[in-house]
């Protein structure tokens, strides 16, 4: 009897710690009715280091930096109806203010720096089944990786930013940037000319620098590329 | 016959006066109001909220009569009076509600019992404080 009591009591106190590690504070919704979940969508967001793109992940705490898109998906709670976290759950994802944020598809755009209310709504119906917060902060500054460069003739490098704001903290969402090469043009070239990376590909030898602007931050990195095959005259012989 | 009715009839005229005088809304709540993240605020008296932020509760009415107080179950809504700047719905399947501080500008919320006035509550709605 008193085994069968201890027995029981262990195994309370198990499922007391199971759900309690489970449980996951950042993603349930204020009215507790479903859970809101984070996807990643590229390298390029900070809240996804180390994950694969089309990874749920936790909601971050961390502020999600203005300029930035992000995708959020909701899932009800069984009592409320049914669906998975992604794909067409008959859920939508609607910001409060389209002044603070706005949408396109899934996508959302942080537009002003404050916190944001996604509301979670059944298509065709006007009731909310549940809502969180998000913040939004402007970029203070971007750090640029790896901040100098060196590449033979040819070959190629990624180059990518992150995001930090006035304090220096970090900032989640893919950061809308713009890549530019200010000068030695003929020295490199850009794969790319938005978003928070691109590759940097050696021409020919000499140095350029690339400037990198996000929102309000900018950044330079020097890039120097030598052992790259002699430039043709492509003059023609008579 | 016809007579002692007539004299029941207006003895009882300033009882059911009284009665239907004293019955009535007695008082409104806004119940469970859920902390904002930042410093937007709604209670029964007002509210100063920022654009995008938005806040539930439950709207909880009591009626008097001369047998007392009593909270109402059912009738109740609450309606905004300018959508543009503040948005009111249902939560699905819960007796609480959502509004939510969609633009600028100033908006009255209106709880109403079968359609009559029981709370007007004035809402300030002012986007966040930018930083430079």
Redesign the interface.
């Known amino acids: 009897m008193r085994i069968g009591t201890m027995a029981v009591r262990a195994l309370l106190a198990t499922t007391a710690v199971l759900v309690w590690s489970c449980s996951s504070p950042t993603e349930t919704g204020v009215l507790g009715n479903g859970t809101f979940q984070y996807l990643c969508t590229g390298s390029g967001d900070q809240a996804c280091a180390g994950q694969t793109s089309g990874t749920d992940i936790d909601l971050p705490a961390t502020p999600v930096a203005v300029g930035a898109t992000f995708q959020v998906f909701y899932s009800p709670t069984s009592s409320n109806g049914v669906g998975t976290v992604e794909g067409d759950n008959g859920y939508g994802i609607v910001p409060a203010s389209t002044e603070i944020a706005e949408t396109s598809g899934n996508t959302i755009k942080a537009l002003k720096a404050g916190y944001v209310t996604l509301l979670a709504q059944r298509s065709g119906v006007a009731t909310v089944d549940d809502f969180v917060y998000v913040k939004f902060e402007p970029v203070g500054s971007i750090t640029v990786s790896p901040s100098s460069l060196s590449l033979l003739g040819g070959d190629s490098q990624p180059v990518s930013v992150v995001a930090a704001d006035a304090l220096g903290g970090p900032l989640d969402g893919q950061i809308d940037c713009q890549w530019q090469v200010a000068s030695g043009a003929s020295a490199v070239t850009l794969q790319s000319t938005s978003g928070p990376a691109t590759t940097v590909q050696g021409v020919t030898d000499g140095t350029a620098t690339l400037h990198v602007t996000c929102g309000t931050a900018s950044a330079d990195v020097q890039v120097t590329v030598s052992g790259a095959p002699a430039a043709m005259d492509g003059g023609t012989n008579g | 016959m016809a007579r002692t009715l007539s004299w029941q009839m207006l003895a009882a005229a300033p009882l059911v006066a009284v009665l239907a005088g004293c019955s009535g809304i007695d008082h409104t709540t806004l119940d469970s109001i859920?902390t904002?993240?930042?410093d937007s605020t709604l209670s029964e008296t007002g509210g100063a909220m920022?654009?995008?932020?938005?806040a539930?509760f439950q709207p909880r009415v009591w009626t008097h009569d001369v047998w007392g107080t009593h909270e109402q179950t059912s009738g109740i809504d609450v309606q905004s009076s300018d959508t543009s700047v503040l948005?009111v719905?249902?939560?699905?399947?819960?007796k609480?509600v959502?509004v939510?501080?969609?633009?600028q500008g100033n908006a009255t919320l209106t709880v109403t019992l079968n359609g009559e006035a029981a709370l007007r509550v004035p809402v300030v709605v002012q986007?966040?404080?930018?930083?430079h």
Do not use: E, S
Not at chain 2, 89 to 94: E, G, I, S
Not at chain 2, 100 to 103: I, K, L, R
């Open positions: 859920n904002m993240p930042d920022h654009t995008g932020i938005a539930a948005r719905a249902h939560v699905t399947n819960d609480r959502v939510w501080a969609a633009a986007d966040p404080p930018q930083p």
